[in-house]
């Protein structure tokens, strides 16, 4: 997308804390972020993009996978 720019960075760490510290150093405004965790799993161990929703310092773009 002309006049977008994108910031791309492979890190290593806890995924939400990474990504939340990440956002903050790039003062970024906003993250996008897939959602690959079945709902059920998710529910019950948590899930990196609801910690990063939760916690995010801007605003979260959640990409599923399209039903089938």
């Known amino acids: ?3 977008v720019r994108v910031s791309v960075r492979l890190l290593e760490g806890p995924a939400p804390a990474t990504i939340l510290q990440a956002a903050r150093d790039l003062d970024a405004r906003f993250i996008v972020l897939g959602a690959v965790t079945p709902r059920a799993l ?3 161990l948590g899930s990196t ?3 990063v929703v939760r916690d995010a310092p801007c605003p979260v773009i959640l990409v599923r996978d399209a039903a089938p």
């Open 1 to 3: 997308v002309e006049g």
């Open 42 to 44: 998710a529910r019950l």
């Open 49 to 51: 993009s609801d910690a």
